[in-house]
């Protein structure tokens, strides 16, 4: 139990909202083709080829009218930071956070293939066969259980999620889901 209290005192605001040197460019070179994935009120996210690893990763940067709000850049530095101390099985590991060559910050995290529980719900509503196969109710209840556990995990660290919402859950190709947003 001390342990988690430990790790719990590291995703307070005032160590995960500090602000990252505008000098510090880590990940200038290293990413390129980035190809639009989706888009949030406050960030876009892409899809971008690392070259030093040879894989791709989803890529996550403000949007360009929010990169001068202080609020909203602590919130994205929070966001990238717990999620990268969280470390379950239900959150996307975060690679990288850092600056771009026109200093913005940007993090990258595990690209996942596959579906946000939104689009799966309107799938079953509107009978689409497919998907009304893949998913019956033990499937849904199945990804409500991990959903659940991956809550529980960051409660016990003493971070709550705040925009739970099934936009927010991706459950992936082979059966992984995933909580995101943090």
Excluded at 34 to 63: C, I, M, Q, S, W
Excluded at 107 to 128: A, N, S, Y
Excluded at 137 to 156: K, Y
């Amino acid at each position: 139990m001390i342990r988690v209290e430990e790790e719990a005192k590291s995703l307070h605001p005032q160590e995960t909202d500090d602000i990252l040197p505008t000098a510090w460019k880590s990940g200038s070179l290293k990413y390129d083709e980035l190809k639009p994935l989706a888009e949030g009120g406050t960030a876009k996210l892409y899809v971008a080829f690392d070259k030093n690893l040879g894989r791709n990763v989803a890529y996550k940067t403000l949007h360009a009218d929010l990169r001068d709000s202080d609020i909203e850049t602590k919130r994205f530095l929070r966001e990238a930071r717990v999620t990268a101390n969280i470390q379950h099985p239900g959150t996307l590991p975060v690679y990288e956070l850092g600056r771009d060559r026109e200093g913005q910050l940007f993090f990258t995290m595990k690209k996942v293939d596959g579906q946000d529980l939104r689009q799966i719900l309107h799938d079953l509503k509107q009978e689409v066969p497919e998907v009304v196969d893949k998913f019956p109710l033990p499937r849904l209840l199945d990804i409500l259980i991990q959903v659940c556990q991956t809550l529980a995990f960051a409660h016990e660290m003493g971070v709550i999620h705040r925009d739970l919402k099934p936009a927010n859950i991706i459950v992936g190709k082979f059966g992984e889901v995933y909580v995101l947003d943090w």
